[in-house]
T-cell receptor, first 111, second 111 residues
């Protein structure tokens, strides 16, 4: 059974701080990883994808992948109240088009 | 931009009614999915399709069926709606092994 695990939270951080969201996965064959943001009552929207070990930066967001430890993280720098949402981690293996989603981590950024 | 359109956003149906949820994508993606999302349970895969007229059961197919007569359209059918099918339904599509794109969601209430 492929699993993607996330702490459900809520993770509460003050405005301007770095928010760190973590995700572990069980399938060693997973090659592609995705972070989605989902506001309450809305559908998930893609923030970042990462395929290689290391860091990938896009504006205030940095995704980190460590395949040896089967660990993916998302850092949000200079967190804003508008970042308050649920963040979903997903992984998919090379031969499969079916991603496995975690249950999401709720992030609250307070002023 | 990829667009996945769910034509019915908010529906209220009576127990026992037949319900159709339609989804159309405009990017010629091979793969399409139907999920439902409930608080605390995350995204659960109902059915997916990797080609026209092809379908596979996901994790929770009971009480649902699907139809894919054209590549761009994937329909979810509730043959006899029940109150425990009250949920948010998300359609998604993806080219193989790549980012999954979600529609805006359909909120179904069965009374």
């Amino acid at each position: 059974q492929k699993e993607v695990e996330q702490n459900s939270g809520p993770l509460s951080v003050p405005e301007g701080a770095i928010a760190s969201l973590n995700c572990t996965y069980s399938d060693r064959g997973s090659q592609s990883f995705f972070w989605y943001r989902q506001y309450s009552g809305k559908s998930p929207e893609l923030i970042m994808s990462i395929y290689s070990n290391g860091d990938k930066e896009d504006g205030r967001f940095t995704a980190q992948l460590n395949k040896a430890s089967q660990y993916v993280s998302l850092l949000i720098r200079d967190s804003q109240p508008s970042d308050s949402a649920t963040y979903l981690c997903a992984g998919s293996s090379g031969g499969s088009y079916i991603p496995t989603f975690g249950r999401g981590t709720s992030l609250i950024v307070h002023p | 931009d990829v667009k996945v359109t769910q034509s019915s956003r908010y529906l209220v149906k009576r127990t026992g009614e037949k319900v159709f949820l339609e989804c159309v994508q405009d990017m010629d993606h091979e793969n399409m999915f139907w999920y439902r999302q409930d608080p605390g349970l995350g995204l659960r895969l109902i059915y997916f399709s990797y080609d026209v007229k092809m379908k596979e059961k996901g994790d929770i197919p009971e009480g649902y069926s699907v139809s894919r007569e054209k590549k761009e359209r994937f329909s979810l059918i509730l043959e006899s709606a029940s109150t425990n099918q009250t949920s948010m339904y998300l359609c998604a599509s993806t080219p193989t092994g790549n980012t999954i794109y979600f529609g805006e969601g359909s909120w179904l209430t069965v009374v």
